[in-house]
Structure formats: structure tokens, C-alpha cells
Nanobody, 132 residues
């Protein structure tokens, strides 16, 4: 499985950015995909997850501002970031896992376990910088 992120860059506070993640050799019928991030001097944290039946979950810090969607035909997940703020500055990582093992990602998203303890599949990351 390979995950390739794109769409990172710089945006001013209040602006929008759209991240994409294309998955190759990812053929699980049940799965979850999503985004984690790590800001400067901060711990890695979950941002949003979507599963094979389009159920979504978000970190409290991005609810109402970020939207995760997917194009199943293209094995691609998107993260629409609206009303970005400086706290959103981070390296954003695409993640993916087979359905039976997704519990760890959801636990990390809810912060019941540290995100660094998750395994699964990770992309190389794309940088997002929000300036004031």
C-alpha cells in the first residue's frame, strides 16, 4: 500500500486549502482512511477519518471547519480545510487501514491513545502553513 499526499502549501488565516491522498494497492472492502497531523513542537494528532461506508469522524479542533470526503473509484481521500487558523500549521499525513484494525486510529483521533502508537499505513506527509 502506498499513500501519496498533495495539496499542501501556505494560506493566510481564514483561508482554505484542499489536501488529497491517493492510495495505490489498497483493495480492502472495509477500511478507514484519513488524516493525522503534527505541528511544530506538538504531538501527532488525529484530524479526520472516513470509512468504507462514508461515516466520518473529526477532531474537536476542526469540526465545522474541515470536511473529509472520498472518491472510491479513484481510491482518493480529500480534506477540505476552511477557515484555517495558525494552529492548523502542521505536516499532514494521510493514513489508511483495513477495517478490522481501524479501532486504533479512531482511538487516537479521540485522544484515548497517543497517535504515535498507531501503525497502519502512512503517507510521507505534506506541509500546511497558515500565516496570520
Amino acid at each position: 500500500v502506498q499513500l501519496m499526499e498533495s495539496g499542501g502549501g501556505s494560506v493566510q488565516s481564514g483561508g482554505s486549502l484542499r489536501l488529497s491522498c491517493s492510495a495505490s494497492q489498497f483493495t480492502f472492502n472495509r477500511y478507514c482512511m484519513g488524516w493525522f497531523r503534527q505541528g511544530p513542537g506538538k504531538e501527532r494528532e488525529g484530524v479526520a477519518l472516513i470509512d468504507s461506508v462514508d461515516d466520518t469522524q473529526y477532531a474537536d479542533s476542526v469540526k465545522g471547519r474541515f470536511t473529509i470526503t472520498q472518491d472510491k473509484a479513484k481510491n482518493t481521500v480529500f480534506l477540505q480545510m476552511n477557515n484555517a487558523n495558525t494552529e492548523d500549521t502542521a505536516t499532514y499525513y494521510c493514513v489508511a487501514e483495513r477495517g478490522q484494525d481501524c479501532g486504533v486510529f479512531y482511538a487516537a483521533l479521540r485522544r484515548t491513545i497517543p497517535a504515535v502508537t498507531t501503525r497502519g499505513y502512512w503517507g510521507q506527509g505534506t506541509q500546511v502553513t497558515v500565516s496570520s
